[in-house]
């Protein structure tokens, strides 16, 4: 069993190019159930002609239906020692006007730095991890549908788009997060950012 942290799995010896700030809160005790919460504020924008996709998406358990600015976020991970290999998410962001979601999905280790980052319905995500510059970057290559063992290919351009996720150390304790969707016929369809504050680990 591989205790390393999952991303550092996908990265490899790539992962000692990161700040410590990004490795930070992707670490985890694997001999119990452990969360890293990081909390910060955040914009999302999309185009109006995307919302019947996004609906969809959303029906799914993807991607955030908000749009605005100043959105309270808080995001838990967490790793149980059953499945050392999957990466588990709870996404909360509220709205200024106290309108709020949840956007939860699991991540799995695929191969070498590919990992598949799954919603509900059994709809996934194929993304593939690099260090450019200290940055961490997640690119996707696909999404899946998969039934049982089975797993349908499903192309990006039949959704929103290719999306690429960027965090950028800012300081010991702060990074920014950078995510964009771009459609090759669309342009840019939807977007999400902001600034986020390493807090703790509870177990």
């Given at each position: 069993m591989n205790n390393s942290p999952l991303i550092q799995q996908a990265l490899g010896d790539d992962w000692h190019k990161l700040p410590l700030v990004i490795q930070s809160h992707y670490l985890f005790q694997h001999d119990q159930k452990t969360s890293n919460i990081v909390t910060g504020t955040m914009c999302i924008n999309y185009t109006n002609f995307v919302k019947p996709m996004l609906f969809i998406t959303r029906l799914m358990g993807?991607?955030?239906?908000?749009?605005?600015?100043?959105?309270?976020?808080?995001?838990?991970?967490?790793?149980?020692?059953?499945?050392?290999?999957?990466l588990f998410w709870k996404r909360t962001i509220q709205a200024p006007d106290g309108k709020s979601t949840i956007f939860a999905s699991r991540m799995e280790y695929q191969q070498d730095n590919e990992l598949i980052e799954f919603v509900g319905g059994g709809f996934g995500l194929y993304l593939k991890l690099t260090v450019e510059n200290s940055k961490l970057v997640y690119r996707s290559n696909g999404h899946l549908w998969q039934m049982g063992k089975l797993r349908l290919p499903i192309p990006d351009v039949l959704f929103l788009g290719h999306?690429?996720?960027?965090?950028?150390?800012?300081?010991?304790?702060?990074?920014?997060?950078?995510f964009r969707i771009k459609h090759p016929l669309l342009g840019e369809t939807y977007r999400y950012g902001g600034i986020f504050q390493v807090n703790q680990h509870n177990s």
């Open positions: 993807g991607l955030i239906d908000l749009k605005g600015d100043n959105m309270n976020t808080h995001v838990e991970k967490w790793v149980n020692s059953d499945k050392p290999n999957t999306a690429t996720i960027t965090e950028t150390a800012l300081s010991e304790q702060r990074f920014e997060l950078d």
